[in-house]
């Protein structure tokens, strides 16, 4: 599968971010990372040691990462996890919430599995 | 891509090891990159490479040490001014924004980012503050410029009239503020006389020069005490226009307001509105507007000055001797204008004393008070460094039994120390010795002959000159030294100095 292809099933936007990060050489190159990125195993880390900071910025840091990828879905989640972990607002639906994102995660993982 | 290249540094302080790295991917080619892993090693890196860190690309939320933490340090460090800082962050909330901003960032970035926005922005700012730099660096330098062209002139005033007047350094500062406050004064009430704002500072400077004329006095009669004698007098009166010549003399930037001013003011600021002044009788506004204000102002100094014939007048007693005219007839609307700063007069006179008692700064200081206190002209700064300088010289000049000696080529003057005077006729000064013949004719001396091996054996690569010659029955050791300004296609001499010291030998043990 192609990393279009990949995108397409994702219902996820490709030209956006060729545009966005300059090319398509670019986009080839830091998907590696993107899946080698640590913030969704920080964020399961700190939510289990109730370190509502530490979940706050991870999901902070993932927001902005699927965002600059144009993951929308997984962007969306994250994003929405993250004002429920914004210190001095906790939210009780925060852990609802992070089933949610781990289940947008595990799509695009298992997307970007296939590329090849 | 204008001038913009490897030399400038970016440090990028993100927390996602992601983000740097397409951060640097998009920014690396044209740019030197050093990234931080959160805000603690941002401040450390900065404060060990101040200077190199041409811009900061900078997180929010980051772990140890937050994004605003690293603009506040930035802050008090003074960091900030020099260095910007874009923050690129996912919180789009305007309360950050606002506080980003207002803690001195230059620009804010969302995320996601878009790579040639990044890249484009980036290269904006760093060529903003590159332009701004070098903006200010052209207008330190051209302050230096002037400050130099002022030092110039107060070297030639100092050397010439405060050597040989018993007159206090004060005087030439008091002048200088009298003049300045006067000429405001009249250019709040009328422009009638065609002199630009611009010009207030050279014709501040310019007063320096009132008195310039009095080298060509003999000292006897400059500091008599008591009362001269008509004769006397008469003599003394011959300062204006002695003056006049030796301005009219100068053999370089005749044509400069500076220059012109000065001549004005020499000429004629013992000129009285009604005609009854000297050299030249001039009456009413025939007398330029730059010598009637410094006429004002230097009657109303030697007034409240003590000097060798007379005790100082209070602030108050010469205030009523001008308004009674016994100093001679004022225009009429000068005499308002004095009326005016007079309130002010006497506790700023003091002040601007105290103002040059501090001690010496060094010209960028001079430039970056410019800038921050625009109450301060430069050309009263460069003043008082002159004034330490000039001060320092003075001291050793006077002092030394040695034959010493100082030619500068800016204003055509030589100048001797007082061992030296004795050997060139009792003076110690000479204006313009290098006009063809002036040496062999004016003066016969070892200073003669020591400046001219200087100057015909010295180049600007062997600037430095030594030799043993044989005047006048005796041995001298004599030495010199040219100095030379480089920055021109040619190099320029811009002084000479020397000095000449009698040995043992004799002229026929030499031979």
Redesign the interface.
């Known amino acids: 599968m192609t990393i279009k292809e990949c995108y397409d099933l994702l219902g996820a936007d490709y030209n956006d971010v060729v545009?966005?990060?300059?090319g398509e050489e670019?986009v080839a190159?830091?998907l590696p990372?993107?899946v080698a990125?640590p913030?969704f195993n920080t964020l399961i880390e700190a939510f289990a040691n109730q370190d509502w900071e530490?979940a706050?910025?991870a999901s902070?840091?993932m927001?902005?990462?699927y965002?600059?990828?144009?993951l929308t879905e997984l962007q969306a989640s994250s994003?929405l996890l993250c004002e429920m972990l914004r210190p001095g607002v906790y939210n009780p639906d925060a852990a609802a919430q992070l089933e949610v994102v781990k289940a947008d995660y595990a799509k695009v993982m298992n997307a970007f599995s296939k590329i090849g | 891509m204008n001038n913009i290249g490897d030399n400038y540094k970016i440090l990028i302080v993100d927390d996602s090891e992601l983000n740097r790295s397409i951060l640097s991917d998009i920014l690396a080619d044209r740019f030197e990159i050093a990234e931080a892993c959160d805000g603690l090693e941002a401040v450390n890196y900065l404060e060990k490479h101040t200077t190199e860190v041409s811009l900061v690309i900078l997180d929010l939320i980051m772990p140890v040490m937050d994004g605003m933490s690293v603009l506040e340090v930035m802050n008090k460090n003074n960091m900030i001014q020099n260095i910007p800082v874009i923050v690129i962050s996912a919180d789009q909330r305007a309360e950050s924004v606002e506080r980003a901003y207002k803690l001195g960032a230059t620009d804010f970035i969302f995320r996601p980012f878009d790579s040639y926005m990044v890249y484009r922005r980036v290269q904006n700012t760093i060529m903003l503050y590159s332009k701004q730099k070098r903006l200010e660096e052209l207008v330190t330098h051209q302050i230096y410029e002037r400050s130099k062209n002022s030092r110039m002139l107060v070297s030639v005033l100092s050397h010439i009239v405060e050597f040989r007047n018993g007159e206090s350094s004060a005087h030439c500062l008091n002048i200088n503020t009298i003049t300045e406050k006067l000429l405001n004064a009249l250019l709040s009430r009328t422009n009638n006389y065609n002199i630009p704002r611009a010009d207030v500072p050279i014709i501040c400077t310019a007063s320096s020069l009132h008195d310039i004329g009095k080298i060509a006095i003999p000292e006897a009669i400059l500091n008599k005490p008591g009362k001269l004698t008509p004769e006397e007098f008469e003599i003394i009166k011959t300062h204006s226009l002695e003056g006049a010549k030796i301005l009219n003399a100068v053999p370089f930037s005749k044509d400069e307001p500076l220059i012109r001013y000065a001549y004005e003011i020499a000429r004629w600021h013992h000129e009285r509105f009604d005609g009854r002044g000297y050299p030249d009788g001039l009456a009413g506004d025939r007398i330029p507007i730059a010598a009637q204000i410094v006429s004002i102002a230097d009657v109303y100094d030697a007034l409240t000055s003590e000097r060798c014939y007379k005790a100082a007048y209070s602030h108050e007693q010469a205030l009523d001797m001008i308004r009674n005219g016994e100093c001679g007839q004022f225009n009429p609307l000068l005499m308002d204008c004095l009326e005016e700063i007079a309130p002010s007069l006497k506790e700023e006179l003091g002040r601007d004393i105290a103002l040059f008692e501090q001690s010496t700064r060094d010209l960028n200081t001079i430039a970056n008070e410019v800038f921050s206190n625009p109450d301060l002209s430069s050309s009263n700064r460069s003043l008082h460094l002159l004034e330490t300088e000039r001060d320092k010289f003075k001291f050793f000049w006077e002092n030394t039994n040695e034959v010493f000696f100082e030619y500068n080529a800016e204003t055509s003057v030589l100048s001797f120390s007082k061992g030296a005077a004795y050997l060139v006729d009792g003076g110690s000064m000479v204006v313009d010795p290098l006009k063809p013949g002036f040496l062999d004719d004016r003066f016969n001396s070892i200073v003669a002959l020591t400046l001219d091996k200087v100057l015909t054996l010295t180049s600007y690569e062997y600037t430095d000159f030594k030799d043993e010659v044989e005047w006048s029955g005796a041995i001298y050791r004599i030495e010199g030294r040219t100095v030379w300004d480089y920055e021109g296609e040619e190099p320029v001499m811009t002084s000479l100095y020397g000095y000449a010291r009698r040995t043992e030998k004799t002229g026929a043990t030499f031979q």
Request: proline fraction near 0%; hydrophobic fraction near 40%.
């Open positions: 545009i966005r990060l300059g670019r190159r830091f990372k993107l990125d913030s530490g706050f910025r902070h840091t927001k902005g990462i965002a600059n990828f144009s994003a």
